[in-house]
């Protein structure tokens, strides 16, 4: 029997409320929304601030029969969602249409919510996304297009990230763009104009997130500098008065990552993924109203979604 719930009423018009009032949204992942890898630790692409090390510490699932068989386990196990992601090839592409029979089951048979890393994508492929049931995409979007060949190793054109948008918004798929900050080696870079090229969407969402110091690659002694989070976050703030501006679960590591979510908080953000402890007790002891949720930051907070506190 399905157990297929929907995600809850979307408010559209009070994420501005969050930055008027002391009121923020902690999100928690861990095993309440893992991520699966379809490609295991395979990456074609071995983008220099990752080379395919972070789908390390991903649930891999690469057939249909994987994911189907992992999913389920995880929502018996009280899993509230999945974020399916991968690696890329050579084009930046996660190849999850071959997966799009094991999504289809698992709406019809789970109340999992299922969101997506896609990299670049088609309308086309956007579409059968939608009709599986899928729930949203999250979707990088680089505003330098020499980041993108210097980093990423792509050859590839502003038009593309901004068909790649289009695409994701007119399937009518959930879609929650993400703008990285210092991913060109640390500095801050096309950051400001990845977020003009999002306003084409008016998304309900943005998330900004943070290059991460990888061990064993290119890039692991490299962190962006903590204030140009502010810089970021209040622009967008400005920007999308009506969006959530969330930050996201990458953004550093050690005192940085406090730091940065201390700069999120007062430059208001309506949320924050994986924040620190320190972070959850400064925001008690500065008077904020505090939401948990068990989901991708990324979603829309919703009741199927809330939980009371952090788990242990």
């Known amino acids: 029997m399905s157990e297929k719930r929907p995600l809850g009423k979307i408010n559209t018009k009070n994420h501005a409320h969050y930055r008027l009032t002391k009121k923020i949204n902690f999100f928690i992942t861990s095993t309440l929304f893992p991520s699966l890898s379809i490609t295991g630790s395979s990456c074609s692409l071995m983008c220099k601030h990752c080379e395919g090390k972070l789908l390390e510490a991903l649930i891999p699932a690469t057939t249909c029969d994987e994911l189907e068989k992992k999913a389920l386990s995880l929502y018996k196990h009280g899993a509230k969602g999945i974020l399916i992601t991968g690696g890329c090839d050579k084009r930046g592409r996660v190849q999850i249409n071959s997966l799009i029979p094991a999504i289809k089951k698992l ?21 059968l996304l939608k009709d599986s049931g899928l729930d949203g995409i999250g979707f990088d979007v680089i505003g330098d297009m020499t980041t993108a060949r210097e980093v990423y190793g ?82 967008a703030v400005t920007m999308f008065p009506n969006a959530s501006i969330v930050l996201g679960c990458a953004h550093s590591t050690g005192k940085d990552r406090d730091e940065i979510e201390k700069i999120a908080l007062r430059s208001g953000v309506s949320g924050i993924a994986a924040p620190t402890m320190r972070t959850i007790g400064f925001a008690k002891e500065n008077g904020y109203e505090i939401n948990y949720y068990g989901a991708c930051c990324g979603l829309v907070p919703g009741e199927k979604t809330r939980i009371e506190t952090v788990p242990l």
């Open 107 to 127: 709406k019809e048979t789970t109340g999992l919510i299922i969101i997506a890393h896609t990299g670049f994508i088609s309308s086309d492929e956007a579409a």
């Open 154 to 235: 792509l050859e590839v054109s502003e038009k593309e990230y901004t068909d790649s948008l289009l695409a994701i918004k007119n399937s009518g798929l959930m879609i929650f763009p993400h703008v990285c900050v210092g991913i060109h080696f640390g500095k801050l870079g096309g950051e400001f104009h990845a977020l003009e090229m999002i306003r084409a969407i008016n998304p309900l969402t943005i998330i900004i997130t943070g290059l991460m110091p990888v061990a064993g690659t290119p890039m692991a002694h490299i962190k962006p500098v903590p204030c140009d989070f502010e810089n970021v976050i209040k622009k």
